[in-house]
């Protein structure tokens, strides 16, 4: 690097060369950046995908425009690789950056900036400027992608160190993870999430109704029909009110038994053919009924039962 060309007692020269030396003398493997020999005011660098997220293991460039004032005002940043987080070759508005001048500290350095970015790569991009929400398989397809070479950009000065810079990330990054079968399921999972919820309070009932039946399976069982019949009667001064009751006993299948059973607790059961024959046997019981109480009445009181008329 042509030192001699800048002033050493600018504070901005002063301190950029300051910090070129430490990035040298201390690399690190998850960032690597070195600024242009003809400029060193513009650097160029590559980050590594935080782990454990859909950007691990990949590669991704991109380029620091520190101002004339730096460290009083802070950098510019420009990503260069496709990634889903970032808009490549387009300034990038972090907290950081040029764009909120307001909450750089002179203390940071590109050290710092860089650490910074990993630790945003994975957040919620909230519609900020230079900022991509693609989904996280998209991610990981172009996290595999940024491996195979660094991307094409400016003189060939510049490429240069792209391409070095590359070749020591490549160095030190670990493969990009395959997704886990837990990691698909999960993912699925939420997919059908809602279907599960809607079909959730169905599937409780039927697990309430089913505590409380029989085992289809289980042998015949006793099933009893009640029909309830009230009648009301006037024949002049005499009102008789009765109400008789038949209780039929039969043996079904289980399975039938059952059926039924849920069918009454929903209110739909249907009424077979035979209820018919009970309902009319039980009025036919109460009027004989009637009719005898109605005869000992009459004798009770002297009358002669023939000379009721209608009976």
């Given amino acids: 690097m042509a030192e001699e060309k800048y002033n050493r007692k600018n504070p901005a020269v002063k301190r950029i060369l300051q910090e070129v030396k430490e990035m040298q003398s ?6 690597m950046s070195l600024p242009l020999e003809e400029n060193i005011f513009e650097w160029q660098f590559a980050i590594r995908g935080p782990s454990d997220t859909e950007f691990e293991g990949g590669i991704y460039h991109g380029r620091i425009q520190l101002p004339a004032e730096y460290p009083f005002q802070p950098p510019a940043f420009m990503l260069l690789t496709p990634n889903g987080r970032f808009e490549t ?3 990038i508005c972090l907290s950081i950056s040029n764009h ?10 590109v050290r710092t900036a860089l650490v910074a970015l990993i630790a945003f790569m994975p957040t919620n991009p909230d519609g900020a400027l230079g900022s991509l929400d693609y989904k ?22 510049r490429q240069k ?24 399921s999960e993912e699925n999972s ?20 089913a505590e409380v039946l029989p085992n289809p399976e289980a042998e015949d069982m006793i099933l009893e029909d009640v029909h309830e019949v009230r009648v009301n009667a006037d024949a002049g001064p005499l009102s008789v009110r009765f109400s008789a009751g038949l209780r039929v006993s039969r043996r079904v299948p289980a399975a039938e038994a059952a059926e039924q059973q849920l069918q009454r607790s929903e209110g739909t059961v249907p009424k077979p053919a035979d209820d018919r024959l009970f309902t009319w046997a039980a009025i ?16 009770s009181s002297g009358q002669d039962f023939s000379s009721v008329g209608g009976l």
Avoid at 26 to 31: E, G, T, V, Y
Avoid at 137 to 149: D, Q, T
Avoid at 190 to 209: F, H, K, L, P, Y
């Fill in 26 to 31: 201390n690399p690190s493997d998850d960032f």
């Fill in 89 to 91: 070759q387009t300034k």
């Fill in 100 to 109: 909120h001048p307001e909450h750089w500290q002179p203390s940071w350095s």
């Fill in 136 to 157: 996280k398989e998209e991610r990981r397809v172009l996290a595999i992608k940024s491996r195979e070479a660094a991307p094409k950009f400016g003189t060939p000065e």
């Fill in 161 to 184: 160190v792209i391409d070095e810079i590359h070749q020591y990330m490549l160095s030190k990054a670990p493969p990009v993870p395959q997704p886990s079968s837990q990691q698909t």
């Fill in 190 to 209: 939420n997919n059908i999430e809602g279907e599960e919820a809607q079909t959730s309070q169905s599937g409780d009932a039927i697990a309430a109704v």
């Fill in 284 to 299: 036919g019981l109460t009027i004989a009924i009637v009719f005898l109480l109605l005869k000992k009445f009459l004798k």
